[in-house]
């Protein structure tokens, strides 16, 4: 759209081409018409959509985890960051459906060092048991006072848990209850840290689930 003035034309109302006059609060206005445009994409085009469509789609139900491990990622928000980081985490079959592969599924990611947790499911008490195994400091990468962070999530119901853990320095177990109405066979568990005042993370580790 743009402002002109023209003595000739006046208080111009008229179609020229793909241009429209028109004359409003004494002003001449040019402006462009818009035209509708067919959308014909391409399989890669519409693979690209069902990743996007997956991912967003699952931020939603990880918020709590990714605006803690997605913390200080790009310009973003967390969301954004975290469907960047995890384009390579769906598989998108012949009907450019869009599913999940939750080992490669990154729930964090940032420069600091991936913590050592383990985690086992005890089915008589109904709960999971974290491992947690101290670290040293390492060149600003891992620091003893540097947050760890478990998470539980239930593929069918699509509901996460946030697990707080130990500081990175120190060793130890933290227990936590299967949460009500979730089948622990649904559960995909993942461990990260974050520093001391949250403005960085590491990458999230997958955790295979033991027998306790």
């Known amino acids: ?56 789609s699952l931020s939603q139900k990880m918020i709590p985890v990714i605006r803690k491990g997605f913390a200080g990622i790009g310009h973003g928000t967390t969301s ?6 995890n384009m390579g985490a769906v598989i998108v079959d012949e009907k450019h459906a869009g599913t999940v592969d939750f080992d490669l599924l990154k729930v964090a990611a940032g420069m600091l060092y991936p913590p050592k947790v383990a985690v086992a499911y005890n089915a008589e008490s109904q709960k999971y048991v974290f491992e947690q195994e101290m670290q040293e400091v ?9 947050k760890v962070y478990g998470v539980l ?40 840290a974050t520093s001391k005042n949250g ?14």
């Open 1 to 56: 759209m743009a402002e002109f003035n023209s003595y000739l034309l006046g208080k111009a109302k008229r179609s020229v081409g793909n241009i429209t006059l028109c004359y409003t609060r004494r002003k001449n206005i040019a402006k462009a018409k818009v035209f509708s445009r067919k959308d014909n994409p391409t399989p890669e085009i519409l693979d690209q959509r069902a990743r996007m469509k997956t991912l967003v």
């Open 80 to 85: 954004n960051a975290f469907v960047a980081r």
């Open 138 to 146: 390492e060149d600003g990468f891992a620091l003893q006072d540097d």
């Open 153 to 192: 999530y239930e593929t069918e119901l699509e509901r996460t848990r946030l697990v707080t853990l130990r500081d990175r320095g120190e060793s130890g177990s933290t227990t936590y209850a299967l949460p009500e109405d979730w089948n622990n066979e649904n559960v995909k568990a993942y461990c990260f």
């Open 199 to 212: 403005r960085q993370a590491s990458d999230s580790r997958a955790l295979t689930i033991g027998e306790s």
